[in-house]
């Protein structure tokens, strides 16, 4: 067990490549940064991980799964709010035109970046003479934003410019009526996408860390906003999270606090209820991935660090080896943001009504339009004015007014004296909200990397075993004859048919001595290597070899198929599977 | 049983967007063609299509799967081909710039459109003066070609162009090596890969049949060419296939020659063993999907029609209600194609080498180069000149020579006497070859729309069931308690948690009256509902209700999950199970 930090994270990456899990995309074209290619042992365990998530975050609530489009119109992205602010700073030397992440440059440099560092300020700093470009040695700069957001064109016409996704949310949002008609209205519901997405970075250089492509796992919350408690609290409230509050990060410490989330939510450290419910969800998921507690925390994002959507947001992070602490999922409350945004610039309704049972009284801003000074201003066009201000807000007309000083309406700035708004009372059996929004987001090749690391061990020096959860593992069973005769062949082969037709995924293996092949076997992680021998031949048993203890144990071949089920299912199903969601 | 043709496709795009299979994405913004979103039943259904698959395609085979990007960089897609020639033709209006498939345009207005009709061609008949523009009425076009890639940039410099990938194919080819290397030098060499892939289509109007992104199956297996013969060929050789081979689709017959592979094999109908192979299985797979063999074909592309990969290549058509004829899968033969491009670009060595028993002799072309010569016409570039020369193949550069009249290096036009080519005759133990390729490829949108519409069926007016195949439904089983009592409630969600954790697919309903969810499930296709009434709560029994036939049968809950799972399994296993691939 003498793994220097360094070497583990490196020979991982070996593993990674020679075995087949993942490699640097292209490398016959000396690769391209930012892309991997997985090979079937990496699509094994992503497809396991992801059925473990869709276990804790989707079938126990009876959340509904979606698949969206990748590419979508500028409008969406624009709406979003990610055409605005899904930048980063980036520097370009003024004489050789390498580019870089400025704010990465300036840190190489020894330089402290604060929060919402300006353009302009790291423009100065970096062109203080120190900063040479590594290409040229030139140290003068010209800096600006770069959208990471991957362009394209739908169609033939230029004009109509699209974004391969930064995230699957948005899918979720603009697809949100349809969703909840299809649920029959139902609320809370909850929504989940797993799928690519996309961000174009300057010049990723962390492998597996840093994709230019990746894939998520998201759940979008929708709930009623004056209902916002959490139904299934109970069960999670007693847990404890290490966490790193706002005024913690704040001040810089890195040591997270203990606390349950009863406290957590007590002392407002958590804002919303739901959002403390999946990140206990969270932790235990990451937890049976074979990550422990102590490994991981929750750190917020400082007001100034948050996502533009987001009213309150915790990085889930692991400690990885050479990494340290990374982000490998992100807990955001975007309240009522992206519904209203899309609300706003579509005027689809996407409010929800809730019978009431009892008529409230509501109060409610009428406008009254003087249609007569509107047709003074603009003889023209008071009918399209009129139009278009009919379908507005009175509250957003209003505010229109007072921040701006004036309302403009298919372009024409309005008389002030124009519009009067009154206040009026109505009685009603209707309530109407924008749900409002928890989400949960899962980076999936980080948790393939995250797993894969806490699962790397060295039984002897040089004798690498994967000691990964049974139920989580690319390949659970492996069959091999003693030596290489037509009959034990045969019979291992019939062996493997039955496993693979019961759902294991198992493979076959006859070249080499056996210990060899049990050790090719560990190496992947499989938890059970079978061997047939002389003596299946006379009683119709083989021996299975556990790969943790190495230990044997003979079993009689109609019996196997059940042993290694309940072995392959122990541990895996969920602690909390007694407790439902209704 | 009176469904109209254009009904019934417009009845289930109806249903599938109520129930929320598919829908077109982004409604909220009036659309955008060409792109779906799928909601938890065409997940769901989706998932089922792609586990069938593997259990036909990669399983039973022991072929490998992949995840490569769904980007790739300009010079993938220049090699492969796709840059010069993934392109359709387009006109576009002279006055309002509106854009249109040409050949499309030509259709509309009553032209035959032969193949390879040229853009000249098309140019002269648009311009005849009777082809309207649809937008302004003006007959004056200009024609051009349009790349039907997405285009985009990698990173921040704009010459880093890329593309979405269209075929997920490349990414198995440019990954070769490793994936060669990680299976332990297997041959042949089957790999699979399930993702996305984009096509930008100039104006796609035919739903989910014409989409810009969708989902795609596909197997490259890679063989030996001097050992072309299927191993499993007896399997299948007696199948029969409804074929319409090239000379029969030149003569614009549509009626099909029915023929056993053998048949077809032995008059060259087929050109590859495997290729047959997997055509035989693609029937048999869109069998178990519902698809009738009478109402699939597989129809040669002709020479000028096939991609320009290919030496022969086979439509698996499907007919369908509203779009007739409509291509499901592909079947291709690729040769060497891809591998020897990128061989050639990259100067990797992606050939095999195969050890031989016995020595033999191989003529091989050797270049004697005059470095004396390239040096007085090339002074300052002799030793770039010499290296580039070295890393050329023999055969290149002469055949270079005898197109071009002379060769280039590094920019230099070489004196016709610098190079000489002498034959030499070797012995040697090893053999080197470039494997070929066999390509089944599968587009999932369609698969899942060709499913739907045999699976649909209303059993009296207006009465809808989904006739899918059980183990292929979406949603597998639902509980329903018979009255809205706590106690049946409570025991239905323990019939429910128990199923579940079978891995059954299953849902609850307690809302309006017995026949109305009965009325729901068969609309999606759930193959069996179960009610749980008083009589529950005595003896722990529970009816299950048969979707197509509408009977009942009283079961005890203990047996309830495997009396499911073997009816679910029941016919979805494959016929050709015992067959082994080895």
């Known amino acids: 067990m003498n793994l220097t930090k360094e070497s583990k994270a490196e020979k991982l990456t070996e593993l990674a ?15 391209v940064s930012g892309f991997l290619s997985f090979g079937e042992l990496g699509v094994k365990l992503k497809e396991k991980i992801i059925r473990l998530w869709r276990d804790y975050f989707v079938y126990r609530h009876d959340f509904t799964e979606v698949d969206t489009p990748l590419i979508s119109p500028y409008t969406v992205f624009e709406v979003s709010g990610h055409v605005e602010s899904f930048k980063d700073p980036m520097a370009e030397c003024s004489k050789c035109h390498r580019k870089f992440r400025a704010d990465h ?6 330089r402290h970046v604060p929060e919402r560092m300006s353009i302009e300020d790291m423009k100065k700093e970096l062109n203080k003479g120190d900063v040479k470009c590594k290409e040229c040695g030139n140290t003068k700069w010209d800096v600006g934003h770069f959208l990471t957001m991957f362009r394209t064109t739908i169609g033939p016409y230029s004009e109509n410019e699209g974004f391969m996704r930064p995230e699957t949310a948005q899918g979720m949002f603009t697809e949100f009526k349809r969703l909840y008609e299809v649920s029959r209205g139902k609320m809370p519901l909850g929504v989940a996408q797993i799928g690519k997405a996309f961000r174009n970075e300057i010049s990723p250089r962390q492998g ?9 796992m998201e759940v979008e919350f929708f709930f009623d906003p004056s209902d916002p408690a959490c139904h299934l609290l109970d069960q999670v409230e007693d847990e404890e999270l290490r966490i790193l509050p706002e005024e913690t990060v704040a001040k810089g410490i890195e040591e997270p606090l203990v606390m349950t989330v009863k406290e957590a939510l007590n002392k407002g450290v958590i804002k919303q209820e739901w959002l403390a419910y999946f990140m206990v969800l969270s932790k235990k ?19 100034g660090e948050r996502a533009h959507y987001s009213a309150q947001t915790y990085d889930h992070e692991v400690l990885l080896d050479k990494f340290g602490w990374v982000e490998v999922a992100g807990h955001a409350y975007r309240t009522d943001y992206d519904l209203s945004s899309h609300m706003k610039k579509s005027s689809v309704d996407l409010s929800i009504s809730v019978q009431l049972k009892e008529p409230i009284k509501v109060k409610r801003l009428k406008m009254n339009i003087d249609a007569k000074k509107i047709w003074k201003a603009f003889p023209d066009k008071v009918s399209g004015i009129l139009k278009g201000l009919h379908g507005m807000n009175p509250e957003d007309v209003k505010k229109e007014i007072e921040d701006l000083g004036a309302v403009v309406v298919e372009g024409c700035r309005l008389p002030m004296d124009a519009v009067e708004f009154v206040e009026v009372e109505e009685e009603t059996k209707v309530r109407r909200f924008i749900p409002h929004v928890v989400e949960p987001s899962f980076g999936i090749e980080r948790l393939i990397y995250a797993t894969l690391e806490y699962a790397y061990w060295e039984k002897e020096e040089r004798r690498v075993v994967l000691r990964i959860l049974p139920c989580l593992a690319p390949i659970q069973a492996a069959v091999f004859p003693l030596v290489s ?6 019979k291992s082969l019939a062996v493997l048919e039955d496993l693979r037709r019961r759902g294991i995924d198992v493979i076959y293996d006859d070249s080499g001595s056996i210990g060899r092949r049990y050790a090719r076997a560990d190496e992947i992680g499989v938890p059970f290597s079978i061997t047939t021998d002389y003596q299946t031949l006379d009683d119709d048993t083989v021996t299975v ?13 109609k019996d196997l198929s059940e042993y290694l089920l309940e072995l392959l299912h122990y541990n895996c199903s969920l602690d909390e599977s007694k407790e439902s969601y209704r």
């Open 105 to 110: 440059l300036l840190m190489e440099f020894g």
């Open 208 to 216: 597996v860390i840093r994709l230019r492509e990746f894939s998520m």
């Open 485 to 490: 005769k037509k009959r034990l062949q045969k």
């Open 545 to 557: 070899r556990d790969r943790d203890t190495w230990k044997q144990k003979r079993i009689s071949v």
């Open 17 to 31: 490549r020679r075995r087949g899990f993942f490699w640097p995309a292209l490398e016959l074209y000396g690769g």
């Open 285 to 303: 998921f990451l937890r049976k991935l074979g990550i422990p507690e102590d490994q991981q925390r929750f750190y917020a994002k400082l007001p």
